[in-house]
């Protein structure tokens, strides 16, 4: 049985931090490509960053360039999320995502955490 398992996701005052993490299990890890999206009230779920298998970096929404970082441990079957410098606007559901590794369709979802940025 496939999961995704979010976790990290809290309150935090704007200009902080927080990791997100994310625990696979049910499918072979390192042969997809995972990803982060999040979703605002009022908005689309938007893509935040995605990580090849192989731990390469795909890309980053604009809006968290230099202060957001994807990466994963394949030997824990887990992805994380390293997010610095928040702002309000980076309030939303916070979900994984995997994906295939050779149509980048989406597959598999976690349940989201959820991330608030207020002071």
């Known amino acids: 049985q496939v999961q995704l398992v979010e976790s990290g996701g809290g309150l935090v005052q704007p200009g902080g931090s927080l990791r997100l993490s994310c625990a696979a299990s049910?499918?072979?890890?390192?042969?997809?490509?995972m990803n982060w999206y999040r979703e605002a009230p009022g908005k689309e779920r938007e893509l935040v960053a995605s990580?090849?298998?192989?731990?390469?970096?795909?890309n980053y929404a604009d809006s968290v360039k230099g202060r957001f970082t994807i990466s994963r441990d394949n030997a824990k079957n887990t992805v994380y999320l390293q997010m610095n410098s928040l702002k309000p606007e980076d309030t939303a559901v916070y979900y994984c995502n995997a994906a295939s590794a050779r149509s980048f369709r989406p597959l598999y979802w976690g349940q989201g955490t959820q991330v608030t940025v207020s002071s």
């Open positions: 049910g499918f072979t890890f390192n042969s997809y490509v």
């Open positions: 990580i090849t298998g192989g731990g390469g970096i795909l």
